[in-house]
């Protein structure tokens, strides 16, 4: 399988490490008044999909930056590759 | 006071040389490294002080530029690898922090990696046998980090497929020469 690393162009997924699916970057507020509730789900629960698939990747072999890959489970098929620093500054976050 | 005596990556006196056919493979022992990390909210600035530092433009993601004192390689978004001769720049981290004051973190980096050069005709063939990389097609100046028989090792492209410098972890050393010569024996 190959990644289109946004800055280095395609790399063999031999070079990275999965981690899971890309709504692990959305941790809940640990100050939220229902946080025991909202970190059982960040935690415990997971969409399955047959299909399309946001998920992490960190190119650990490669410039070490995390990825957020859209990739159809069925198929492999790669369609987007973002970084997931960009990902998280788009939603608001600082780092 | 302590009488130290200095080694080579591969511990010995004097660097290593091998030659296969018409390519050498050499140690690389008398060169200083430094890292350059942007800090969060600082990247421009950092940008500008180390475009200053190098005197050259600052190079993208893979790439490399040679400066008139130290050059430098992109190792990850925000982040690069400063190198330049160990005789003349023995406080290399120092000087660059100097430098980059605090718009960056630096760290000595000298210690940590050892460094082979690879020189002569037909090393795309050499390194399609060691890594991802082409190599018979890259640009002169371009810097990947990339596995080598499972170490992270900077590939440097440094004349166009006749002169490459392989950057891996200092603590394999061995493995990584080992490997390195074990390609240049099959493939040339």
Redo the contacts between chains.
């Keep these: 399988m190959i990644i289109n690393h946004p ?3 395609p ?2 997924a ?2 990275f490490t999965y981690l899971g699916d890309a709504a692990l970057i959305e941790r809940p507020d640990w100050q939220a008044e229902d946080a025991h509730r909202q970190f059982y789900e960040y935690l415990y629960l997971r969409d399955n999909p047959a299909g399309e698939h946001r998920e992490l990747w960190f190119h ?6 995390w990825l957020v890959v859209t990739r159809n489970t069925l198929t492999h098929e790669i369609t987007h590759v973002d ?1 997931a ?1 960009d990902v998280a500054r788009a939603k608001g976050r ?2 | 006071m302590h009488d130290l005596v200095a080694i080579t990556s591969l511990g010995a006196n004097a660097a290593r040389l091998d030659c296969v056919g018409a390519v050498t493979l050499t140690e690389v022992p008398d060169w200083a490294l430094a890292s350059v990390t942007a800090r969060l909210g600082q990247e421009d600035a950092c940008r500008v002080a180390l475009a200053t530092l190098l005197g050259v433009e600052l190079p993208g993601p893979g790439g490399m530029v040679a400066g008139p004192e130290v050059s430098a390689f992109w190792t990850a978004p925000d982040q690069w690898m400063v190198e330049a001769p160990y005789e003349a720049h023995q406080d290399l981290a120092r000087a660059v922090k100097e430098v980059m004051g605090d718009t960056a973190s630096v760290t000595e980096q000298s210690d940590g990696w050892c460094r082979f050069d690879i020189e002569g005709e037909g090393l795309g063939a050499v390194f399609e046998r060691l890594c991802n990389l082409d190599l018979a097609t890259a640009a002169p100046g371009s810097a990947s980090r990339t596995a080598i028989e499972h170490m992270g090792c900077f590939v440097l492209c440094r004349t166009a497929g006749g002169h490459i410098s392989v950057i891996g972890p200092r603590s394999s050393a061995g493995s990584l020469h080992h490997a390195l010569l074990t390609a240049m024996s099959s493939a040339l």
């Design positions: 800055l280095l162009g790399r063999d031999q070079e650990e072999q490669g410039d070490r930056s970084l620093r600082s780092k």
